[in-house]
């Protein structure tokens, strides 16, 4: 490959590094397994990169990638599973003591997220990334009604977790 | 939902603190070794193509065919080598084929199809391999515990009915060894991808609602 072809990757991809860093944010609890997971991303983006023909924007493109690493290619998910443990545990404890403040429903709605499985994270990343569900039935591969009633079993789920 | 619109507010807000690397750290980054599943998925797939065909290297072929063919079965063997060799060929061409299929630009649906139709076609290859270990040796069986050379061994009286059972139990047993070891390849290389293969394909009963 040559090196403007290295050049212009790399300038996009810290363009838009903030997709990745997402993605890391949601399916890693930690910081050293948010850089594995970014390095593992940015080779896999770098790898596919010649076959990247345009035909999509960059971003869209980026997000395929980066959720294919972390939900198919990406096989480190021990660390966050032990990280998950704790923090449900920790979570639980803290749910019983009501807190209405908008800083603590944030906290618990992310350790609720945590606590959902690979395909439930990347739905509710792509809701969070504001795509709609056309959006996301065609960046997931799947049918649009598919992803709606994905969508919403995923949001049952987190209401039950919300209020057990 | 409001908690997930809260949330939804709250995750532009953070892009800001989000981490930045810089133009040099991202150019050494995509330079560093991938851990990512195909490479093991290519690399055992190889081995699990290979290593049955290496127990070949320490078979001396022609004293071996000279001792098949005093056992009359020369021609089944023959045949055998010829037809296991093409089923092998094509077992590789569909792997290469499938392989090349794996990439990350694909939607995240096909990728797992294509991680899974490439490991089913080494199931189907270890599936052909355990179904040719009894075939064969039950054949090799046959005629050897029929030849002159080996019943003249025997003690007079000798029930066979024995050597026939020890046989097959030890046959049974040498195949239920491979197929345990490779389903313990297989669980470890697949069992989370396909957990979420299941989830992504499974359709939801539930009422839609607020769409």
Known sequence: MTKELEHKFVTDLEQHQNIIHKVCKLYTNNQDAHNDLFQEISIQLWRAYPKFRGEAKFSTWMYRVALNTAITLYRKSKRTVQTQDFDSVLFKIQATEYDDTEEEQLRLLYKAIRQLSDIEKALVFLYLEDKNYKEIAETMGITEVNARV????????????LNP | MDQLDLLKKDWK???????????????????????????????????????PHLVYLFVDYDTSMQHYKELGIGNFITGFYIIFYIVI????????????????????????????????????????NLAMVPLVSIVILHSTFKSEEFLNQLPENFNMAIIWVISI?????????????????YGILLNKLKRNYNELMSNGNEVLQNV
């Open chain 1, 150 to 161: 994905k969508m919403n079993r995923v949001k049952t789920k987190l209401q039950k977790i």
């Open chain 2, 169 to 185: 139990v030890v046959i049974v047993i040498i195949t239920l060894l491979l197929w345990l070891f490779y389903r313990l390849i």
């Open chain 2, 13 to 51: 807000k953070q892009e800001e603190a989000l981490p930045k690397y810089s133009f040099d750290e991202l150019s050494q980054l995509i330079h560093k070794k991938s851990s990512s599943i195909v490479k093991w998925i290519f690399i055992i797939s190889v081995l699990e193509l290979v290593l």
């Open chain 2, 89 to 128: 060929f094509y077992f590789i061409f569909r792997f290469y084929k499938n392989y090349q299929s794996i990439s990350a630009n694909s939607k995240p649906k096909e990728l797992m199809q294509n991680i899974i139709k490439t490991r089913r076609t080494v199931k189907h290859y270890i599936w052909f």
